[in-house]
């Protein structure tokens, strides 16, 4: 094994000891109304998103798009009077591909932890079996010292409890571990003509929850309302 190879290995072993967390149950709140990939599972390990930034998860949707995303994140050090500012961006292929979607920044205060609900603007187009990747960004807030920001919760391994995709610190994708989240649609319902291409209607209802018969129909209802 090489000496670079070693240390990194090692730096990574020192950067999870230090980030670990007593174990926290994340239940899925009702801010995804269809849900598409997810990872709803035991908190126990807690990342700095400034620290080891570009950090996310990567994943393979069933869904032609997506417009919210759920994640566990926590504040590392309390009553220090900082928050953070955070959004997500997803990207194409790897960490480092190209935007196609970056949601709202969200404003949280200090001492906040738990379920962190991301909305993105519009719908953005995805598609199914393909890997994307969403990129958890810090804007500012909490000091960027270690031990003294923001973190991001995942599972903790050292078994994969996602399938189709990897945790990523450092722009680096590392099997055995999977960010806690869920991403999908907010609502059941579609909020533009969007939401009923790509055969994406199928997974929408009426706000009665009568399903549409197709396409058009789906089409008809987002201009009319009926």
């Known amino acids: ?13 020192v950067l999870l000891v230090i980030t670990l967390g007593p174990t926290q149950t994340g ?33 393979i949707p069933a869904l032609p798009g997506l417009d919210t995303i759920e994640l566990w994140t926590e504040d590392f050090t309390w009553n220090n009077g900082y928050g953070v500012d955070l959004y997500i961006n997803i990207r194409e292929g790897n960490i480092y591909g190209p935007i196609l ?5 969200l404003s949280l205060p200090d001492n906040f932890h738990g379920i962190t609900h991301f909305a993105f603007p519009s719908l953005v187009s995805l598609r199914p079996g393909k890997l994307y990747v969403m990129e958890v960004v810090a804007v500012n807030g909490d000091n960027w010292i270690l031990l003294y920001n923001w973190s991001v919760g995942s599972q903790g391994g050292p078994n994969d409890t996602y399938p189709h995709g990897n945790w990523i610190l450092k722009g680096q994708e590392y099997p055995g571990n ?12 579609p909020q533009s003509t969007a939401y009923c291409r790509n055969n994406l209607w199928t997974s929408l209802t ?21």
């Open 206 to 226: 009426h706000p009665d929850g009568k399903r549409f018969k197709n396409m058009g129909d789906c089409i008809q209802y987002t201009k009319s309302g009926k």
């Open 1 to 13: 094994m090489s000496t670079r190879k070693l240390f990194a290995i090692l730096l990574l072993a």
């Open 101 to 105: 979607g970056t949601s709202h920044t």
């Open 178 to 189: 999977d960010l806690w989240f869920q991403e999908g649609l907010a609502s059941t319902v």
């Open 27 to 59: 239940q899925a709140q009702d801010g995804v109304g269809v849900v598409d990939q997810a990872n709803v599972v035991s908190v126990s390990l807690y990342n700095s998103i400034q620290y080891l930034s570009p950090i996310g998860q990567s994943f």
